[in-house]
């Protein structure tokens, strides 16, 4: 799929406020309503839209503490990295979960409800992976700035970027 600066211009917008109507869209994009909807279709299709959601407050939840858990394997075989992704699905603590270079193999977003709460996920769920070798927590202060927003302002500058479907 070919983007162009009207599909970029779409996507930050859908990024702002994804609740937004098509109407809004055509007309902050300069397009009538069909083409605009086409357009999402699209984009939806190929994957570069993946979803839809609400951005929930931790806080408001309950989940008060918010922590970046480092995780270090005991061996790197595909069966055990396999089966680290199969144990964190069924983990709703973890909101996040990126391999990683450098010392540690995974970088763990955890939120939990408080301390205790944090501490028992990381004894009595994650530390008892038979494979996990180390973990090292941090546990955040205060957060500086969030969001879910991709920086797509260099397709807006760009003829065309050229985006391969997704599976």
């Not at 702002?16 to 299709?45: F, N, W």
């Not at 973890?94 to 028992?120: I, K, M, N, W």
């Not at 996990?132 to 807006?156: F, M, Q, Y």
Request: glycine share 6%.
């Amino acid at each position: 799929m070919n983007l162009d600066r009207t599909d970029a211009r779409l996507l930050e917008l859908l990024q702002e406020d994804g609740r937004r109507t098509v109407v809004e869209l055509a007309d902050k994009i300069g397009l009538s309503e069909t083409p605009c909807a086409r357009r999402i279709r699209l984009l939806e299709q190929a994957g570069v839209i993946k979803g839809y959601a609400a951005v929930v407050d931790p806080a408001r939840m309950g989940l008060n503490v918010l922590a970046f858990v480092q995780v270090k394997l005991e061996r790197h075989t595909d069966e055990n990295i396999d089966e680290f992704r199969r144990e964190l699905a069924g983990i709703e603590e973890v909101v996040s979960c990126h391999a990683t270079t450098g010392t540690y193999d995974f970088l763990l977003q955890v939120a939990a409800p408080d301390l205790e709460s944090l501490s028992r996920f990381v004894l009595k769920r994650l530390m008892q992976i038979f494979y996990v070798r180390d973990v090292h927590s941090s546990i955040v202060l205060e957060t500086l700035k969030e969001g879910a927003r991709l920086p797509i302002g260099h397709l807006a500058g760009e003829p065309v970027a050229r985006v391969r479907a997704s599976r």
